[in-house]
């Protein structure tokens, strides 16, 4: 448990340990009234619309699970749902109305940074697609309490998280200080900005990838910088709209290498659909602004795509994310994800919860992925609900990116004998071949997963020195669902090194 808690922590950035250790609760003063709003000078477009998650005055649907509240707090209701309580994804009068009522500032989960982020966002969203549509905005008394949320905001900013929530509080507060005018509102406009400039160099990686590598995550992401570009276009005083539709035009792409033919995204780390936009709606979204993918190559990320004809390949030969934060990582080094003719192949299992137990440990662990465990370890020491100890480190990559893609990690270096697992995956018309490695000596108990859809006919023939089993499993592909499917495993205990062959035909 020690050593588990030292390789975690020694990845972490100072700022990070000083917050975590001295992160003082916001100052409750008595606050002024709302600053003047700005002025429109140009257009709101259409934004992302998401689903009225209310159903009747106290019982709303999130996450595929419905529940009668008691009040916004409500201890019997796991955190994350209240969470999406509190976003405000699809605000009416009354909802806002009512929460500013009932959620005194400072108290209760909406006044923790992330969700407040996302809420300020969307009230002004809320707003400004009002004043185009002549429809509802914000009245005095909402429009006060913004700005208290933007006040609170300025004195709680993640640094103790980084990653995706800082980058969300940086867009709330250049959001509130873009809607509102007057100095208060250009302090929180300069904290923004100067964040955000900084987190996209960082974030956003030279083949548009996001750098926590999950296309889900990345999705948001790209959700923000486009709510971004078109709050530039609305009020035309943001000089960055230029930077912000380059990278959105490079994360367009990207997305676009890493989703399956059937228009869904691929399951690499932390991983779901019904979270983030659909991936057609992000580009008719950017399309809107005026944005289209760039042409950009995979690289940096980690990812390799191989395509032939009807075939498409995606391939995990990436970092598990950025060091100092990777929450939302899994032991999935060198999975892989296969569809056929518009038909997903092979999937990795996906993630149905975040609640620390038995099932995120699973969900996250080596044995979920298309990939191989070594003694029945994790290439990366996952634990907790968002904890990485050691962490695989990729080795040697190379693709063409069309026919043959290969790599190594070093995540089963603990183990003696030193086993480095390498794996090269070469597409034909007619089959994809797995050749997977062992590098080192000493005997060790092997096993390759292989998971396939639900609904595939997909029947790998695997290498004839493994012991194969058929196995029962489940797909996770959304929060709180999952679909039965089966998962093949083969089996060897020997003397390594050792090296593998297995087929998967492609009818």
Known sequence: MLSRMIHTVRHLKPVQVYGRVYRPKPRLVSW????????????????????????????????????????????????????????????????VDRWIAENPVGEGNGWEPYPLSLRIVNWIKWHLAGKVLDGAVLDTAQRNSLADQARYLSQSIEYHLLANHLFVNAKALIFAGTFFDGDEAARWLRTGLTILNAQIKEQVLSDGGHFERSPMYHSLILEDILDLVNLADAYGTLRQRGEWAECGA?????????????????????????????????????????LMAADVRLGESGYIRLSHENTAVLFDAAAVGPDYQPGHAHADTLSFELSHRGQRMLVNSGTSTYGNGALRHWQRSTAAHNTATVDGLDSSEVWSAFRVARRARPLEVQSDHCKFAEAGHSGYQRLSGVIIHRRRLEL???????????????????????????ETKCNPVLDPQLRVAVEPSQWYLEFNVSAPNVTMVGSWTGECPARFISHIPLP
């Not at 699970?65 to 019997?76: A, L, M, V, Y």
């Not at 034909?428 to 292989?450: M, N, P």
């Open 32 to 95: 002024a009234p709302a600053p003047e709003l700005r002025l429109l000078t140009g257009q709101w477009r259409e934004a992302i619309q998401r689903e009225n998650a209310q159903l009747s005055e106290n019982r709303f649907l999130f996450l595929n699970q419905e529940r009668e509240i008691k009040t916004w707090n409500d201890e019997r209701v796991p955190k994350l749902w209240l969470y999406n309580l509190h976003y405000f994804d699809a605000p009416n009068r009354l909802l």
């Open 428 to 454: 034909e018309a007619a089959q994809l071949r797995v050749i997977d490695s062992f590098e080192g000596s000493g005997v060790h108990d092997v096993k390759l997963f292989f998971h396939l859809h639900p």
């Open 250 to 290: 490079r994360m367009l792409c990207w997305l676009s290498q890493l989703t399956h033919p059937d228009g869904g995204i691929s399951f690499f780390n932390d991983c779901a659909f019904g979270i983030a936009p659909e991936v057609v709606a992000l580009h008719a979204y950017a399309a809107r602004l005026g």
